[in-house]
Each structure stands twice: as C-alpha cells, then as structure tokens.
C-alpha cells in the first residue's frame, strides 16, 4: 500500500471515529444527562389534565366581615370547538341560549368571539382566551336554567353546564366597594405566557383592586389530576392526583359600614349638586386613620355592580363603564381622578410663606383685584375684605393676599430671569407634602398627579414647541382666533419659563397644579399629625383558612415635614377657624364634633360633550376630632359647585357616621370606633354570608347543600 492510500485510510478512519464518537455522545446526552426532560415531554403527549381551580379566598373588612368570597355557583360556558362545526356556525344555538337567558343575541355573539376576531373598534365584551377553553356566558345561573340545558343537551351542543366556585358579593351592610375590591377574569394568553406563574386554562384570576395586587395570596393551588391515554384516547392510567389547595383570606382596614356610609354620602353630595343646577358628574372621598395611613373607606361615584363580571358583562355593560357619557363608572377617582385642588391647597401655601420668612400672625391686605402684569386677578366674586390676619384669610378663603405674596416671590427669585439658586418656597412646600408623586397605595394604576415646577416647565416646552412655534399651521380653524394665536407666539418664545401667573395661580391650587382626593387626604392627615405622613394602606393582614397570620402589614412612614411647630400650630389654629366662623360654619354649626378643614371651589376650563362650559370642582379636606386628630377626611365633587354646600356637607355626614351623630348628639351604640380603630387582626367570619345568602339544594361536587 502507497504511502499516500495510507493517509487516506488513516484519514478516513479518524472521520469515521469522529462520527461515532458525536453520536454516542448525543444518545449519551439524551439518555442519560437530559432524560427527565425527555421522558416528561413524551409524557406529556400521551398525558392529559383535569384542573380543579381552587377555592379562591376571601376579602373581607377590618372587622373580618367578608366583602368578596367565593360561592357556589353554575356557569353556562360556550365551546367553540362544537359550536364552530354546526352548519350555520352556530347561530341557531347561539340564538337559544339567548331566548333562554334573556339576553341580546348580539351580546351573546360578541362574548363568544375572540377579540381578535372583531374589529379593534368594537371588541367590547369579546373572549381573551383561545378557542379550545370552555367561553363563560353566564355566571350564577339558576337550577332551573342549567336543568333545561342539561336535560335538552341535544338542543344545546357546545353548551356546558359547571358547578364552580363564583365570586360572590354579600354587601352584608350596603357597602359596594367596587373600586377597591377589583375584579377576576378567566387566565387569557398573557398569563399563561408569564414564566413566573404557573397559571391552567380554566382558572380565574385578579384583574384589578385588590384581586389583581394580592392575586398571589387569594388565588391558592388547583388541583390536578394528570391521566395517561393511549393514541384512541383511553385511559391507561392516572400519573398523579394533586389536591387544590384553597387561597388565603386577606383582610383590610376597611370598614364595611364606614364604607356604605361613605358611599350614601357621596352619592347624596353628587344629587344634591345636580339639584342646585350644577353637572355633578362624578366624585370620590376617602377616609385615612392619620397615624397609620390606613385606608378605612374610599369611594368613587359612578360606581357599578362588581358582580357583573361573574354574571356575564354584557355588551352595554362593556361599553358604559368607560362612557363619557355615563361618568366613566370604571375609573377609580380617588386614586385615578385628577384635580386642581383650589383653596384646599392654601394650607401648602401657609408652609411656603413661614420658609419665606413672611410672619404668619401678620395683617395683610385681601383687595378685590391685584393687578400683575397686564392681566387682573381677582379675589373670590371679586369681593375686599380690607387688611386682615393671616387665619382670618385663610378661614374666609381670601385668594387676592396669596396673589401678592406669591407674586413678590417670584419677582424675588428672578422672575423670568430666575436665579441660579432660586429658592422656589411654594414649589419645595408642595414637594415635601408629596405634590406630584404616588402615594404609593398598595392599589394598582394610582396617578401621580402634577407639580408644575421649573423643571415640569421645561419638560412640557420641550414637547410641545413645535406645535406653538407652528401653531397657524397646526392648529384646527376654530383655533384661529387672535387671542389663541398670542397664547401660542408667547409659548413658542418662553413656553419654559414660570410666568408670574403661573406663580399665583399655584399659590391658590389652581393652573397647572393637578391632585388626586388621595393625595389631599394624605396631605391633610400630615397637617394634622405635624407634618408625620404615612403610606395608605388597604391591606392590613393575609390569613390562611385556619387564621394563621401569613402577612402582617404594618404602618409604613412616608415621609415627615421638618418645619417649626409654630407653622403647625397657626395651621391647626387656622383651619379650625374655616369651620367656626369661616366658609364651612354654617354647614358645622352645631355639630358636637370638633372638626378642621377647608373649603376649595376649583375653576375648571374646557367644555362638556354637549358644549356647555365646566363647571367648579367642589372641595372640602379636613380631620377630626380637632384637639386629637384620628382621621382625615376629604370629598371632591367633580362639577359640583361650591367646596362647603357640596362637599362640606358630604364630609359632616361622614363624620356623623363615624362619631354615631344623630342630630346635634352622638349616640354611643353608633359610633364606628367606639374604643378606636382595631390594633389587632380580626378572624375571618365566612358564617355571616351564609346567614344572608340561601344556598340550599344548590349542588356542590354533585352533593346538595343542607
């Protein structure tokens, strides 16, 4: 043999080697290093899972009084997979079902579609999940109603009939908590993606309020039995019987009847707007324990009946939670609603004027106008009160002293030439009571508000320059007036800079200056406690079934005001005042609680749907009892006309169902918190829903309840 077939022999044995080498490493990988792998992905093909969602746990008040828990109930679901084969794809059983239930085909059609089988514009209602998942239709379904389906099963193929648990609603005391509870929905795609949860196709999971922010504890472990079957589909034999695990109860620091009280006086402040000609189109109020920043109660109007998402949300439904038209009953305003918060932020501005050095048991001048600049400023229906101390002005809600102290400010750290090292006294106040920033509630989707500083202004210059500087061209014809077209040649110059309007317009709360009714009661509860301003809290523990403490929440310290307590006490001294000969003593008088506040009647700019102007945000932020504040309280009545006849009067009736106020005396069995808010953890009492909610004959895992 040549030298040269050699080689070649060589060569290609070494290949040959190689091969084999590659391939007893790969089956080496594959059986032996990654065969778990392997063996539960075959598995897998050959196995098939029945979940059994667990018992999702309960949410209930302070006082352990279940606000949302799970019931036994029947659901009417849709499969796609059967409905989809009928020669008319369905519509004739669609139709029946329909008839059956007393709904709307048309809702009917959109809840069975997936959304991404509609256009973008009309997918109210429509399904998350994918095809292959039984669609739920109707929750709470009545024995009778699930019997024809059952019975007629003929009639209705691709119609399901289940005994599940249902989110439930009890209202044992009126409360509607809708806002705060959240909801659940059906796991859409999404979920199932989230590598961090393992979430089955037929669970229900939180999707906003509380069900969403504590999802992790309410939710528990399904059960799942995992068979495996042949490739005709039997049953060769069951691989593992996981039991469910129900989820843990969280408890909350609010008070059910606090809460429906709080509600009632809302919705009362609402109508009685209305019925002084004002709009009234939404609301909210919230109710803080100063020293804990627990959350006792918060409401937002318009509400809506939480349990609409376990009944089946209809199309209508759908679409009237985010109607303009119908007030947006889906949005949370205390913690998502927007605000200028008018006189009620003078109190900031009090702290401003102490850092500024402007002595606070002074006289100052309350005109009807001040003149700055070429534009006119005028006090509160144009009305002079002459020269007048400091907690005379802020009791009578004088605006034109604030002008001429917020104006000389200004003119002092620059003006439009501002100062390298401006001091900016209004600005830092608001800051350091939390002016633009999250509470940091445990609630998700929480607005941050606004704060109009120096640096606000050269954000919002940066993005919007071009359209001023471009505003002939830009802007819609009926823009094109003289006046508007001027506002746009100044912004196109110095959009970025503070205007002396702009600094007297935010020593009053208004302008650009944007809060929520959180935000407020939180700064008020600061006032009160001087200047200690806690995290609100909802949550205040989660339990497992049999009580044990899982989670305690404890009071968490925001942040602390560090200014003399001379500034706190002309505060305290000053908006009890408001209340005793004030703008607000006519709505207290007589009332045998001692309680601060103020009074704010914001100016709002635009036009409603229907073209008629705005009308003034109505305002009253206070705490009480006044010599040893406990609670803070605040209401806002979008479009509802003066801060005292509207809000005032819907904080005096939160406060008489907080202290047991009956007329001008407090009756003691009534009083919500007779020996203070509890300290300690309450025990969940699920007998109370079943004292108010007949359950009998309804089956249960095919077992009738007694």
């Not at 239930?101 to 973008?120: A, H, I």
């Not at 024809?148 to 691709?158: A, K, L, R, T, V």
């Not at 705060?180 to 196709?201: A, C, F, I, S, W």
């Not at 209004?426 to 350091?432: D, L």
């Amino acid at each position: 043999m040549s030298l040269r077939a050699r080689v070649n022999l060589i060569v290609f044995q070494t290949l040959v080697f190689s091969l084999l080498f590659a391939l007893f490493g790969r089956l080496f990988y594959l059986q032996v290093l990654e065969s778990d792998k392997y063996q539960d992905a075959a598995i897998s093909i050959q196995s098939r899972d029945v979940v059994t969602p667990a018992i999702r746990g309960a949410i209930t008040d302070i006082n352990g009084t279940p606000m949302v828990v799970d019931l036994p109930g029947l659901v009417i679901s849709i499969n796609r997979i059967v409905i989809d084969k009928q020669t008319d794809k369905g519509v004739l059983i669609l139709s029946r079902v329909a008839n059956l239930f007393n709904l709307q085909y048309s809702d009917v059609y959109q809840r069975t579609r997936l959304c991404g089988e509609l256009p973008k514009n009309n997918r109210a209602g429509c399904w998350n999940g994918t095809r292959y998942q039984p669609i739920p239709l109707v929750g709470g379904a009545s024995q009778d109603d699930a019997l024809e389906i059952m019975e007629n099963s003929d009639f209705y193929p691709g119609v399901e009939v289940s005994s599940v648990p249902i989110r439930s609603y009890p209202s044992l005391v009126g409360e509607n908590v809708a806002h705060v509870l959240g909801y659940v929905g059906q796991v859409t795609d999404e979920d199932l993606k989230n590598p961090e949860v393992n979430y089955y196709r037929n669970e229900v999971v939180g999707k906003s309020g509380l069900e969403i922010e504590y999802n992790q504890f309410l939710r528990g472990v399904p059960g799942v039995r995992t068979f495996l079957v042949n490739r005709k589909e039997v049953v060769t034999k069951e691989d593992k019987n996981i039991q469910a695990v129900a989820g843990n109860h969280l408890i909350t620091n609010i008070d059910a009847k606090l809460q429906s009280g709080v509600e009632k006086a809302l919705e009362a402040a609402v109508k009685r707007a209305r019925a002084s000609g004002y709009r009234g189109d939404s609301g909210a109020a919230v109710v803080l324990e100063i020293k804990t920043g627990r959350v006792l109660a918060m409401a937002s109007y318009p509400t809506y009946d939480p349990s609409i998402w376990q009944k089946g949300l209809t199309v209508k439904q759908a679409e009237d939670l985010f109607s303009e038209a119908k007030g947006v009953p889906a949005l949370s305003r205390p913690l998502q609603g927007l605000f200028a918060p008018a006189s009620t932020f003078k109190s900031v501005s009090v702290v401003a004027a102490a850092a500024a050095g402007y002595p606070l048991n002074a006289s100052y001048n309350c005109p009807a106008t001040v003149e700055i600049g070429n534009r006119t400023f005028k006090n509160f229906d144009s009305i002079a009160a002459g020269r007048i101390p400091l907690d005379l002005g802020i009791a009578i809600s004088c605006d034109s002293l604030w002008y001429q102290i917020a104006y000389d400010e200004w003119v002092r750290d620059g003006g439009l030439k501002p100062k390298p090292t401006a001091n900016d006294h209004f600005f830092n106040a608001a800051k350091s009571f939390g002016v633009g920033q999250l509470t940091g509630i445990d609630l998700p989707s929480e607005l941050k508000g606004r704060l109009p500083n120096r640096q606000w202004k050269q954000n919002w210059y940066e993005q919007n320059k071009d359209f001023y500087c471009n505003y002939k061209q830009r802007a819609k014809k009926a823009d094109l007036t003289a006046y508007l077209i001027e506002i746009a040649r100044e912004n196109c110059i110095d959009g970025n800079k503070v205007r002396a309007g702009d600094a007297v317009n935010f020593s009053i709360g208004q302008g650009d200056t944007l809060v929520t009714p959180l935000r407020l009661a939180q700064i008020y509860a600061a006032i009160a406690n001087n200047g200690t301003y806690y995290q609100p809290q909802v949550a205040r523990a989660i339990v497992d079934v049999d009580g044990k403490v899982i989670k305690d929440f404890k009071p968490v310290v925001a942040d602390n005001i560090n200014i003399a307590q001379s500034t706190w006490d002309f505060l305290h001294k000053s908006l009890r005042m408001v209340v005793t000969r004030g703008t607000a003593a006519g709505v207290f008088s007589g009332f045998p609680v001692a309680v601060s506040g103020k009074t704010g009647t914001a100016q709002v700019f635009g036009k409603n749907p229907n073209g008629s102007a705005k009308d003034d945000t109505s305002w009253f932020a206070s705490y009480g009892p006044t010599n040893d504040p406990q609670y803070a309280v605040v209401m806002m009545v979008s479009q509802g006309g003066f801060g005292a006849s509207t809000s005032g009067i819907g904080v005096r009736d939160i406060y008489a169902t907080l202290f047991g106020v009956n007329g001008n005396k407090i009756d003691s069995e009534k009083v919500i918190f007779p020996t203070g808010v509890p300290s300690t953890i309450a025990k969940v009492d699920l007998k109370q829903v079943a004292k108010k909610v007949d359950l009998t004959g309804v089956k249960v895992g095919g077992v009738k309840l007694k």
